[in-house]
């Protein structure tokens, strides 16, 4: 079969091709006869000769037969479809997918078919209504420990055959269209999560649980002379902690915290280090860290400074200043990794990073300035600038 999986064209394609359409003009005589499908094609201008078996939900294609003028309904899988019957003709229809149509990914026992009803009678016309690729949109947390839970995120998630971690396959706790979760193996593995369903593989671009451009994770040095953080009385708790992810992390567990700009049991800098990243623009890049907020955060901030070629570029983190989040506060279910656009952190000028090799700084600090904060618990780990 001949799949083509493609969305729904703009209006502008549908103007187009209608224009290009040789419609023959319908009479009394031929409306009234008995229907017949002979094709199916896409709408797409450039492609008008290419004819299709199947497509997506949502497409716009074009129904070719005889005595099709004086249609009254057509269906996909017995789904009524809306279509324009003045962009039509004795030989042709031109319809849209419901984008909501059963397929044969989603729904047992459809029919794969066209119908079509005119003032003649009835045509059908095999036809397969298909699914997308699966897509990963991310990870809830990118670090996960053995044994733990990995949460994906994504779309199109019909028919799941595997989830693997690298070669490993992961045994499916749950799925839906848009999650899956699935259980890490007895031993640690960094490498790539892949999700296979019916009509094709999703993978990461990223490995899990991978130091791949960290910049501070509070495990590998990073000052020349061995210490994890250059200066910052920030708490570093121990990878034996039972909270830990991956490691050493850092956190702020307090009460009352005073309205200020600064404290300096709340920051940790690198000062002046080689991170050693490879060179691109900010506009190629993300910015990653794991963050753990184990009750509501409804005030205050994560002040993020990033160092580059004599200049800081600076982010505010503070994801509960949302509507999403403004009455609840914003609550993790364990470790969530953040990301973050490069292209986000943003000088005194309002330029960004133009070569990421030249960063020798990240300054973290919680930040309170406008209000007293009656408790915060917030972790973090894992800061680091990758590829997107």
Not at 64 to 87: P, W
């Amino acid at each position: 079969m001949n799949f083509k999986y493609l969305y729904k064209a703009g209006l502008g394609v549908l103007l187009a091709a209608g224009m290009l359409l040789s419609f023959q003009s319908c009479n009394e005589d031929d409306m009234d006869g008995a229907p017949t499908i002979t094709n199916v094609r896409l709408l797409d201008p450039e492609k008008a000769d290419s004819s299709v078996t199947g497509a997506l939900p949502g497409t716009l294609i074009v129904v070719q037969g005889q005595n099709l003028g004086s249609v009254l309904k057509v269906y996909f899988n017995d789904f009524e479809a809306s279509f324009n019957s003045a962009l039509g003709s004795n030989s042709n229809i031109i319809v849209n997918i419901p984008p909501n149509a059963p397929t044969k990914a989603v729904e047992a026992g459809v029919s794969n078919k066209i119908k079509v009803l005119t003032k003649g009678g009835e045509a059908t016309y095999d036809f397969v209504l298909t699914s997308p690729m699966p897509v990963i949109s991310g990870l809830y947390s990118e670090f996960v420990k053995a044994n733990g839970t990995v949460v994906i995120n994504g779309d199109y998630f019909y028919n799941i055959k595997s989830v693997k971690l690298g070669t490993t396959s992961l045994q499916i706790l749950s799925s839906s269209v848009k999650q899956i979760t699935a259980k890490m193996p007895a031993t640690g593995l960094i490498d790539a999560i892949s999700v296979e369903g019916e009509f094709g593989t999703a993978k990461t671009n990223f490995k899990m649980n991978d130091s791949d451009g960290h910049m501070i994770n509070f495990d590998v040095p990073a000052t020349s002379w061995g210490s994890d953080v250059c200066y910052g009385a920030a708490p570093i708790i121990a990878a034996t902690d039972p909270g830990a992810i991956s490691g050493k992390y850092s956190r702020i567990k307090e009460t009352k915290l005073p309205a200020t700009g600064y404290n300096d049991g709340w920051i940790f800098s690198t000062c002046y280090f080689e991170f050693k990243l490879p060179a691109g623009a900010a506009a190629d890049r993300q910015f990653k860290f794991e963050h753990n907020i184990a009750e509501p955060w409804k005030a205050g901030k994560y002040d993020i400074t990033i160092g580059a070629a004599g200049s800081e570029y600076v982010y505010s983190f503070q994801p509960w200043n949302s509507t999403e989040y403004a009455a609840t506060g914003y609550q993790t279910n364990g470790w969530r990794t953040a990301v973050i656009e490069l292209s986000e952190f943003k000088n005194a000028a309002g330029s960004t990073i133009a070569d990421v090799s030249k960063i020798t700084d990240l300054k973290v600090l919680f930040n309170t300035p406008d209000v007293t904060i009656a408790s915060f618990n917030g972790s973090v780990d894992n800061f680091r600038i990758v590829k997107k």
